[in-house]
């Protein structure tokens, strides 16, 4: 009886740290020295493909402080001196607000419609990201390779989505046709 009571808080313990955990992860990959063209300059905008997908269903378990938290250790990383630290912490939470206030749109639909929202949002945040790092750093900043790193984001997406869904805790697609929409916020299958 005690061993259940351990696997239970370890289970509970494990689908709250997850997402933390996923978002570390892709915050550190993207200083893989990769080198595979296009794709090791796509990389700072792989969390924000994690962000977008775990706040679909369990918006919760990426509390704000935690966002800001990635976000700053992401600029962190990635910036040089007289890089904008913050930029990426802003963008995060204002993914998450977005896809929190349109949820019944994203949960639930066909996975075109999540691609279209995540195109939509990511493209959002690359131009946020670049306008605020252009104004912090009073330069001309070259558009291309932000347009670059968007569109490897957007042809990534279809191959990472599907593995991410299925690491989230609650998934519309993990749950059977009947009891579909039947949980209630932050409630999660066994």
Known sequence: MRS??????????GRYALPGSVLLFFVVLTLAPLRVP???ETLPLLPVLVVFQFSLVTPERLPGPLLLAMGILLDLLLGGPGAPVGVSALGFVMIRAAVM???RYLVGVPFLFQWIGFCLLSGAYVLIVWMLTALW????LEPGPAMIQ???LIVIYPLLA????RVRA??????PELSRGTARPGETTS
Do not use: E, I, K, M
């Open 137 to 140: 750093t009073w330069t001309a």
């Open 101 to 103: 206030a349109n949820r």
């Open 150 to 152: 968007y569109a490897v």
């Open 170 to 175: 609650r998934d519309p697609l993990n749950v």
């Open 4 to 13: 259940d009571g351990l696997l239970a808080a370890l289970d509970r313990l």
């Open 162 to 165: 599907p593995l991410l869904a």
């Open 38 to 40: 296009y794709l090791s």
